[in-house]
């Protein structure tokens, strides 16, 4: 059984830092697998923010610059790290692992298992 478990949201001020943790168990290893971070706000669609497969790392336009998306692959965790967060930011924040690949790194449709998310607010 897959499970990505999110943790570290919370509400900052704008300006600020969060630091997002997944730690993946199962059949999920981030060593070998995608794995990617998503975000959805209020009334928009699901969109990914960070990914990182075997083929290198990518960011939305967005948030590149002031997230950096990393693993500790013998915790079999990957982590989000954001700075710099601005009041656009405030989003729940999914984890996600693709089996094994995502060819398309930031599209969701490349992602079969997902946590449960984790709420960022920021505020002015």
Do not use: H
């Not at 997002?20 to 794995?35: E, P, R, V």
């Amino acid at each position: 059984q897959v499970q990505l478990v999110e943790s570290g949201g919370g509400s900052v001020q704008a300006g600020g830092s969060l630091r997002l943790s997944c730690a993946a168990s199962g059949y999920i290893y981030t060593g070998s697998n995608s794995m990617g971070w998503f975000r959805q706000a209020p009334g928009k669609e699901r969109e990914g923010v960070a990914s990182i497969t075997s083929s290198g790392v990518y960011y939305s336009d967005s948030v590149k610059g002031r997230f950096t998306i990393s693993l500790d692959n013998p915790k079999n965790t990957v982590y989000l790290q954001m700075n710099s967060l601005k009041l656009e930011d405030t989003a729940m924040y999914y984890c996600a692992a693709a089996v094994p690949v995502a060819r398309v790194p930031l599209s969701r449709m490349e992602y079969r298992y997902w946590g449960q998310g984790t709420q960022v607010t920021v505020s002015s």
